[in-house]
C-alpha cells in the first residue's frame, strides 16, 4: 500500500490528471448513473477544496503582488490587461462564426416542438460594473464576489504600499503587517500544495458523472455542434500560439506549466473554482506576483474566450435550424452583442445559457432553439472553460513579456506539489 502510495505521489501531476480524465471517460459510460452517484461526493470535495483557497490565494496574493510593484507601473498593466480581454472575445466571436459557417452546424434538424426551459436572469453590465464595489466586505468575501474581493484588495493593498513608503511611526507598523501577509500568502501557498495531490482523484470522479449523466445518445444526437465547437476552439488556441511566438513566449514552458490548471478547467468546468492552479502555473512560469495576481482573478470572472465562441456557434447552429440564414449585418451585431455579453453575464449561474439567449433575442433567433443546446452544456462547457483558463494564462504571459518584467524568474521545474 505504501509503494503505491508513494508511486501516486512521485508520478507528476499531468500524468495523473491526464490518467483520470481517460479513467473518468471510461467509467461514465460503463458504470451510468449508479457509478456516477458514488463517486458524486469525491467531485464534490475538489471542488470545495479549491473554492476554500479561492479567498485567501487572492486576497493575499494581491495584496503582496501590489506592495512589490510601482503604482504608476499596475495602470498601465491594468490598461494592457483590459484591451487584451476585450480584443480577443471579439476575435473568438469571429473565429466561431467562421468555423461554423463553413462547417453548417444543425443543418438538417428541426426546432423542438414543445421545449421548455429556464433561462437566469441578466444582470447587465452595469450591474456587473457596480458589483466591483461590495456594499459589504463580509458578504464579498462570503459569497465570494471575486470582482469585490479583487477591488478590496487593491484598496488595502495600496494604502499599505502608501504608509510603508511614508515616514513616520506608521511605515513600521505597515512594514510589520506586510510581513505577516506575506506570512500568510507563502502558508496558502503552501495548503494549496497539499490540494493538489487531491486534484486527480476529483477530476476522475467529476468526469465520471459527466460523461454518465450526459449518456452516448446525447452524445450523438447533437454530435455534429459538439465537434464544429471544439474545432473552433482548437482554431482559437492556434491564434493564442500564435500571439504568443509573436511576443517572445516560449510555447514549450508555457504549456507545461499551463497543462496542468487547463485540464483541471475542462473537468471542473469553472475558471474560479480552477484559479489556485491557474496562479500556481504563473508562479512557475516565473511571471510577476504584481501581474497574475491582479490579471488571472479578472480574467477568471470577465475574460470568456470560450463562452465567446459557444456564443457565435450556437446562434449559427439556431439559423440553420430554423431555416434563418445569418447575413452580415446580423454576424456583425453577435460580435458586438456577444463580447459585451461575455463580460456582462461572466460569473453568474448558468452563464452560457444567459449569453446564447440574451443574444438570440438582440438578433431575432428562435429562444426555443436554446432549449436543444442544453442538452450539450456540460460537453460543450469542459472545452469553453479550458479555452477561458488558457485565455488568462496567454494574456497575463504576453503582458510578461510587453514589460519586460525584471523581477521574473525562470520557472522551478519543482514544487512541493510534485512535478507537473
Known amino acids: 500500500m505504501q509503494s503505491l502510495l508513494r508511486g501516486y505521489l512521485d508520478a507528476s501531476l499531468i500524468l495523473r490528471v491526464t490518467l483520470a480524465l481517460i479513467l473518468g471517460v471510461a467509467v461514465g459510460l460503463i458504470g451510468g448513473d449508479s457509478v456516477a452517484a458514488w463517486l458524486s461526493p469525491f467531485g464534490d470535495l475538489l471542488l470545495r477544496l479549491l473554492q476554500f483557497l479561492i479567498v485567501p ?7 503582496v503582488g501590489i506592495n512589490q510593484a510601482e503604482l504608476g507601473r499596475m495602470g498601465r498593466i491594468g490598461g494592457k490587461v483590459f484591451l487584451y480581454y476585450v480584443a480577443t472575445s471579439a476575435v473568438a466571436i469571429v473565429v466561431g462564426l467562421i468555423v461554423a459557417t463553413w462547417l453548417e452546424p444543425g443543418s438538417g434538424l428541426s426546432p423542438p416542438a414543445d421545449a421548455t426551459f429556464d433561462v437566469p436572469d441578466n444582470p447587465g453590465l452595469v450591474s456587473v460594473l457596480l458589483s466591483i464595489v461590495p456594499d459589504n466586505i463580509v458578504a464579498a468575501f462570503a459569497a465570494p464576489n471575486l470582482l469585490g474581493i479583487i477591488f478590496t484588495a487593491f484598496v488595502f493593498g495600496i494604502a499599505l504600499l502608501k504608509l510603508r513608503q511614508s515616514d513616520g511611526p506608521s511605515s513600521a507598523a505597515a512594514e510589520r503587517l506586510f510581513g505577516v501577509i506575506d506570512g500568510l500568502n507563502a502558508v496558502t501557498m503552501k495548503v494549496m500544495a497539499g490540494v493538489l495531490q487531491y486534484v486527480p482523484i476529483g477530476v476522475f470522479a467529476i468526469v465520471a458523472g459527466t460523461v454518465a449523466e450526459q449518456g452516448l445518445d446525447t452524445i450523438l444526437s447533437l454530435g455534429t455542434m459538439v465537434v464544429v465547437l471544439y474545432v473552433a476552439l482548437a482554431v482559437h488556441l492556434f491564434v493564442y500560439c500564435v500571439l504568443m511566438k509573436l511576443f517572445g513566449v516560449q510555447l514549450g514552458a508555457f504549456f507545461r506549466e499551463a497543462r496542468t490548471p487547463m485540464a483541471t478547467a475542462f ?15 504563473a508562479q512557475r512560469l516565473g511571471l510577476s506576483r504584481s501581474l497574475y495576481a491582479f490579471s488571472l482573478p479578472l480574467g477568471a470572472t470577465v475574460n470568456m474566450d470560450g463562452a465567446a465562441i459557444r456564443i457565435a456557434i450556437s446562434a449559427v447552429f439556431a439559423a440553420n435550424v430554423a431555416g434563418i440564414p445569418l447575413d452580415l449585418s446580423s454576424m456583425i451585431q453577435i460580435v458586438l452583442i456577444g463580447t459585451l455579453t461575455s463580460i456582462g453575464t461572466a460569473g453568474v449561474p448558468g452563464a452560457g445559457i444567459v449569453m446564447i439567449a440574451t443574444v438570440f433575442a438582440q438578433v431575432g433567433l428562435p429562444i426555443e432553439i436554446v432549449a436543444m443546446l442544453t442538452a450539450i452544456d456540460a460537453l460543450v462547457g469542459m472545452g469553453c472553460t479550458a479555452l477561458n483558463v488558457t485565455g488568462d494564462l496567454t494574456g497575463t504571459a504576453i503582458i510578461a513579456q510587453s514589460e519586460r518584467e525584471p523581477d521574473a524568474a525562470p520557472a522551478p521545474r519543482e514544487t512541493d506539489a510534485g512535478r507537473i
Not at 57 to 63: A, G, K, N, S
Not at 267 to 281: C, I, M, R, Y
Open 267 to 281: 473537468a471542473t468546468q469553472s475558471s474560479t473554482g480552477t484559479l489556485p492552479l491557474t496562479l500556481n502555473a
Open 57 to 63: 490565494i487572492v486576497l493575499f496574493t494581491l495584496i
